[in-house]
C-alpha cells in the first residue's frame, strides 16, 4: 500500500465509507485506519462507533491512491485539519524513512483533540507542529504563513475538513501557487451537487439508446431508471468509483476527483454528480 492510500470499509447497515491508511513503509500486517466520532454523523462514523465491536470482522476493499506523493517534490508541506491527518501520517513516515525533506502542519481545536499526537511527537519532533485552538483569522494567517514560505519545486498536500481545504485551495491560489503542485483529499462533497443545471441529452455508445437528462435528476439516476447498471459508492464525486470514458460533448465536471488538467482534457467524467455544458453527451457506457 502507497502512502496516501484509502479503503472502502462496509459498515454495518450497508453503508460504505472511505478511511485513509496511516501505516507507515513495512508495516503491511495489517490496515490502520482511525475514525473520529462525528456529532453530525452522515452515518459512517456512527456505525463505526457504536456498532463494531474488537473481534468483528469487516469487509474492506482493496487501497485505492487518488492522493499520492509526487515523486519529483523537492520539499514537501503537509497541511492536517484534524482526522485529516491519517493519510498525512502515513506520508510523513515514508517520506522520513525515505530520508526525504518534509513538514506536517497539524490544526486542529485542542491539543487533546490532537489525533496521534503522541505518535507524532515522537517520530517526527523537530518536523511536526501543532497548530492547536486558533480562532478563523489566525488560521489564515497560519497558512499564509506555511504556504508563503515555499520552494518552486515544493508540493503540499492537504486533508481536513472541508473548510481548511477551501482555505488552503484558496490562499494558495493567491500567493500563486501551481494546481499541479497543491494535492488534496476530499471524502465529502461541499453539498449536493448532481442536480440543477440545464437538460441535456445523453447516449450510451455502447448500445446507442438515448435517454434525456432533466435537471433534477443525476445521470446515475436516470441510467438505474432504464435498468442500466453502474457501480458507484460514495455518489458525491470523491470516490472515483463511477469514472467512465467521454465519447463526445462537453462534460460539465461537479466532482472533487479529477485533476484541474483531467478536468480539462474532458476525456472522462463522474456520472454520479457531473452533468454537461453541451446539449448531448456521448459515454462510453
Ligand atoms: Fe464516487 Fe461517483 S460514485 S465518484
Redesign the pocket.
Known sequence: MTPGAHLDVHLPGGLIRQYSLCNGPGDDGGYTIAVKREEASRGGSAAMHDRVEPGDLLHVGLPKNNFALDSTAGHTLLIAGGIGITPLLAMARHLAARGEDFHLHHFCRSAAHAAFGAELEREFANRWTLHAALPPEATREAIERVLGAHDADTHAYTCGPLPLMQLVASVGAALGWLPGRMHFEYFKAAGPVATGGTPFELTLARSGRTVQVPAERSI?EVLRSIDVAI?????????????CTVIDGVPEHR?Q?LSAAEKEGNMQM????SRARSATLVLDL
Do not use: F
Open positions: 446515475v457501480e458507484t459508492n460514495c455518489e458525491q464525486g470523491v470516490c472515483g468509483t463511477c469514472l466532482d476527483y463522474l456520472p454520479c454528480v
